[in-house]
């Protein structure tokens, strides 16, 4: 293999796991599934490849707390006339 190649091919793996991002194959992410859900839970993104090429991504999902009714209260505005309906669609409903 080229020099050069091979620097640049080592340039880009460092650069992946620097970003926290690691690239397994199909077969492995199914040998390891649950070591890989472990480093997720830990933060880390995983990218699972099919022949080289990146498919999926598995990554933490963000911790949501408990939901607060209202708490979107007045973000929605409906105009006025938003109920209304015209009188052909009525018709056609009451056929």
């Not at 649950?34 to 990218?47: D, F, T, W």
Request: proline content about 4%; glycine content about 6%.
């Amino acid at each position: 293999m080229n020099f050069w190649i091979a620097l640049k091919i080592d340039l880009v793996l460092d650069l992946v796991y620097a970003m926290g991002v690691f690239e397994v194959n199909v077969h492995e992410a199914k040998t390891q599934f649950s070591k890989l859900l472990e480093r997720v839970a830990q933060g880390e993104e995983i990218i699972i490849a099919k022949a080289g090429k990146p498919v999926a991504k598995l990554v933490p999902l963000m911790a949501n707390g408990p939901r607060i009714w209202g708490q979107d209260r007045g973000l929605v505005i409906l105009h006025p006339e938003f109920d209304s309906c015209d009188s052909q669609i009525a018709e056609l409903f009451n056929t």
